[in-house]
């Protein structure tokens, strides 16, 4: 057995709150003996990789039980204990996007579509003061992306010469945040019907903004 860390995100997709299934995958995780640090949008997990592979797999099956999830995880031999590492900025998904594109597509097909913000229940009060027909800034995070170059074609087109990925929209990026600013076409209790929105169904969205 090795000792190793364990940065885990976990997302339950189309579920009226996200809170139950992500506590419970935290009991399972302190279940297995390991220690835990909760962040806002992941928790750190060490221990041992028998245990940690052992307590992923259990987490991921009792949440697909509840209904569809994405679970991310990043593993390590070689990063600090919780109280000794660097700091860190977690943030925790206040909802996701709902639409009919689940598999990436071009950014201009999915912004002339018609996209929902299924914001988490609980913060449902917050969305008092926006009315349809303004604009939002929508913060998301793009959680099927992996790795980055820091320069890259755009789009992929390698008939396009590479940029720096600080000036593309790619979402292969040091941080994978999306922003994109939407037209509001309704409000219906926690759901927002928005238009312009280049995010595929399943993306945890992060943060609204009136832009």
Known sequence: MIGITAQVSLYPLRQESLSPVIDKALQTFRAH???????????????????????????????????HVVMTATLSNACPVPGKREASITYRAIGHVENDFDEPTAPEKIRSAESRIVLEPTL?????GLEPGRQIMVVFYFHRSAGYDLCQHPRGDRSRPRRGVFALCSPRRPNPIGVTVVELLAIADNVLRVRGLDAISGTPVLDLKPA
């Open 33 to 67: 003996g390991l220690e835990v640090e909760p962040g806002s949008m992941s928790s750190l997990l060490v221990g041992d990789d028998v245990a940690i592979f052992a307590a992923l797999q259990e987490a991921l099956r009792q949440a697909a039980e509840d209904g």
């Open 124 to 128: 449902t009060e917050g969305l008092e």
